[in-house]
């Protein structure tokens, strides 16, 4: 019996120090620091950009249009090419044009003749006139009679070169360099009749525009910081804007800020910002609807944290979790701005040189110490952040 009890006495003995072991072992676990990885907070310049949605638009938009009434005889140009300035597009017939100047010519020289029997009568009547031979009533005829037919050659001078003009305008030319669409005639059609006839549309693509619409509410917002200095204004010049496509994607080519109107639209509430872009390839087409990335103003002394480092209380109020000197964490609110690159800009409750949580923010508790994991990050998430 009292083998078996010594025995017995023994594994409650093993089995009391197995369980101080694991309790001490907890305890230990319990007292090790959470794991967290910080980042060190730095101001930079930041641009401020908006995103603005709008539509492409051509810069120059030229309605081609009949002059002169007459038949459409032929169309020289290929539908949807590029043309230059002064190329032919149409020839109207010119056999009635040609036959005015024709005419216009004849009255001219008629007129030149009268113009020089009249003077040659003028200067007869000078020299009579001295000699008491005639009288100064028929002197004044011949003086008068003179000048009605100098103004009878100006006005078939001008009659001329009025044939002249509407012989030229029989030969349609293209006012702009651009891309022309669909001939709007045909040959054999009568254009002109009694009013310009719209023959074709050329529009200038590159470079191109993009009308964009921003709320009054945004640019006034803008301005009020611009006043207070939290912001300054970029030159007109030095702005830049990056457009994305219908489809996501963004356009490879930088565009700039043209300007902003003046005008609010009474329906909306809103006005135009045009941008413009290079258009080498014909890749944006007017009418596409589009976004633009605008940077509109810049932050000289901005800070910004990962959007992962920032959490919400129950009332919605973004805060972070910061580390101090003696490695305790602490919550942080602060006032958020836009999100620039998956960033958060901050534009209040942060300062150079605070330790912001940007990992292992679900261990750590604030009041609590944690310890620093400052093994290098991987290239792909360093880019990122």
Not at 13 to 36: G, Y
Not at 294 to 313: F, K, M, S
Not at 346 to 371: N, Y
């Amino acid at each position: 019996m009292s083998g078996k009890l010594l025995a017995g006495l023994g594994l409650i003995a093993l089995a009391l120090t197995l369980s101080a072991c694991d309790s001490s072992s907890n305890a230990e676990e319990q007292a090790s620091p959470a794991t967290v990885r910080i980042e060190t907070i730095k101001t930079q310049p930041l641009s401020i950009s908006s995103e603005l949605s709008g539509r492409i638009a051509a810069p120059r938009i030229a309605e081609v249009r009949a002059r002169v009434a007459g038949v459409v005889l032929q169309r020289t140009y290929r539908e949807g090419s590029d043309v230059k300035k002064g190329d032919v597009l149409f020839r109207i017939d010119p056999a009635p044009f040609k036959a005015d100047l024709d005419s216009a010519e004849a009255a001219l020289r008629k007129a030149e003749a009268n113009a020089f029997q009249a003077r040659l009568q003028e200067q007869r009547y000078a020299q009579l006139i001295e000699d008491h031979a005639i009288s100064g009533q028929d002197y004044d005829n011949a003086r008068a009679a003179a000048r009605q037919t100098a103004a009878d050659v100006a006005a078939s001078k001008a009659a001329l070169e009025r044939a002249k003009l509407n012989l030229g305008y029989a030969t349609v030319t293209a006012p702009i360099s651009g891309r022309i669409g669909r001939a709007l005639v045909t040959e054999g059609a009568l254009v002109g009749q009694n009013e310009p006839t719209p023959l074709a549309l050329i529009q200038q693509l590159n470079p191109i525009h993009a009308d964009l619409t921003q709320s009054t509410r945004e640019l006034n917002e803008l301005r009020r910081a611009l006043r207070s200095g939290q912001l300054q204004e970029v030159g007109q010049d030095q702005a830049k804007a990056t457009l994305i496509q219908d489809d996501g994607s963004v356009y490879p080519l930088p565009g700039k800020l043209l300007f902003s109107d003046i005008t609010v639209d009474p329906g909306t509430g809103q006005i135009i910002v045009r941008s413009e872009f290079p258009n080498p390839d014909l890749d944006l087409l007017p009418g596409s609807f589009i976004r633009v990335r605008l940077e509109q103003a810049t932050i000289q002394n901005g800070i910004t944290v990962p959007q992962r480092a920032v959490q919400r209380d129950s009332a919605g109020i973004a805060q972070v979790l910061t580390v101090d000197e003696q490695m305790r964490v602490a919550q942080q609110p602060v006032q958020l701005g836009a999100v620039q690159n998956n960033r958060w800009i901050v534009t209040g409750g942060l300062k150079p040189g605070d330790r912001v949580v940007i990992e292992g923010l679900q261990h750590a508790r604030p009041g609590e110490k944690v310890q620093i994991d400052e093994t290098p990050l991987p290239l792909a998430q360093t880019a990122g952040q």
